[in-house]
Each structure stands twice: as C-alpha cells, then as structure tokens.
C-alpha cells in the first residue's frame, strides 16, 4: 500500500511504486500502482515505457489531448506537439545516456488554449527499465480555478462569476458577450460592477 503522503510528490510517488511494487508476466507493477495514486492527482499524466509505448493515461491527460483535436494532428493516438516532445526525450536520453533531462515546455494552441508540458526520465531500480514521465497542466483551467476562487471572495453573482471567469482567461469583452449569448453592453455593465466589488474588498 502506499503511503498517502507520498502523493503530495508525483515523482517521489511514481519512483516509489516502481521500486517497491513486485513485477507481473502481463501487467507491469508500476501500472497497478498508478492506478492506485494517479486520479489522485491535479494534473494530466502520460507515462511510455522505454519502447515508447503508452502504458498509462489518466482522465485529466485525455481532457487536455481532447483539446488539441481542432487544431493539431495526431500521432499514435497523440497530438504531434506531445509526440515532438517525446521524440525529443529518446533523442536525449540516446545521445546522453548518463544525463538526466527535464523538458518544460508551453504549448500555446490558440490564444484560449495554454497547457504546460513536463517531461522526464523516470526508472525503476528493481528492473532498470526507464519509463518517460509527462505532465500535463491546463492553464486556462488553473486560471479558471483562480477566478472562481476570486469571485467567491468578491461575493459576485452567477452571471458576474461567469463574466469574470472569461475575462480572466483574456477573453474580449464581445467574445465574452458571444459565449454567454448577451451584449457587449451588458458585459460592461457587469464588469463595472465587478470592478466595484472588487475595489470594496480591497480597500
């Protein structure tokens, strides 16, 4: 069982599962431990092992691949930009093998669309195998978050929530008044009440 704690540290519980889980003929221990401790985890995660085959995806790591669909096209199941980056890793680890590498990338999709990408080399010291270790963050939803939290704060109404959460995520306010199906004039009139809210907490 592993400990809860070690969930506060994908990569210490990742290295931790593939150390101390026993291996199976069919399905690799570490997968029965990610399966354990991974919907645990905030962001979006895809593992390969050192063949580069996908051996695990969680939900959040597929929501995000989904909103690639439009716009990029897909490798293997994977959108190019995550294929580019994991080509890159093997070429690495290939040319250095005594490195340890760790790629940070920012895919900018489209304005809307921003996602944070971590990639490293992880190893189970039981076997020896390498498996690469992506981590995937969405940060229009980490700053969807951070607006929900600051329309709790500012005690905005529904439609004031729904108006500040697409003004954070750089929507214009004709974009905002297209999503929400309302007027420009009407997002300013929000807006201003927002913005009045806001200078009252503050102050």
């Known amino acids: 069982m592993l400990n809860r704690n070690l969930l506060l540290d ?14 199976y003929d069919q399905e690799p221990a570490l997968c029965l431990a990610l399966k354990q401790i ?12 050192e063949h580069n085959h996908l051996i695990y995806i969680n939900s959040k790591a597929a929501t995000i ?3 690639f669909a439009q716009s990029s096209q897909f490798l293997e199941g994977i959108p ?3 294929a580019y980056i994991k080509q890159f890793m093997v070429e690495a680890k290939e040319k250095f093998p005594d490195q340890n590498w760790l790629n940070q990338s920012t895919i900018f999709v489209d304005c ?3 996602f944070h990408v971590h990639a490293r080399w992880i190893q189970d010291n039981s076997s020896g195998q390498n498996y690469l270790l992506l981590k995937m963050e969405d940060q229009n939803q980490f700053s969807q978050n951070l607006a929900l939290e600051e329309a709790k704060r500012l005690g905005l109404t529904l439609r004031e929530q729904e108006v500040w959460v697409l003004h954070r995520a750089n929507y214009t306010y004709k974009q905002i008044a297209e999503a ?14 927002i913005l009045v809210k806001q200078r009252s907490v503050g102050g």
């Open 10 to 23: 994908l990569d210490v519980a990742l290295e931790n599962a593939l150390t101390n889980c026993s291996g």
């Open 38 to 49: 991974l919907p645990h985890i905030l962001d979006g995660v895809i593992l390969f092992d």
């Open 65 to 67: 691949i989904q909103k």
């Open 80 to 82: 190019a930009e995550i």
């Open 112 to 114: 809307l669309a921003v």
């Open 180 to 193: 929400l199906d309302i007027t420009p004039n009407t997002v300013k009139k929000h807006m201003k009440s």
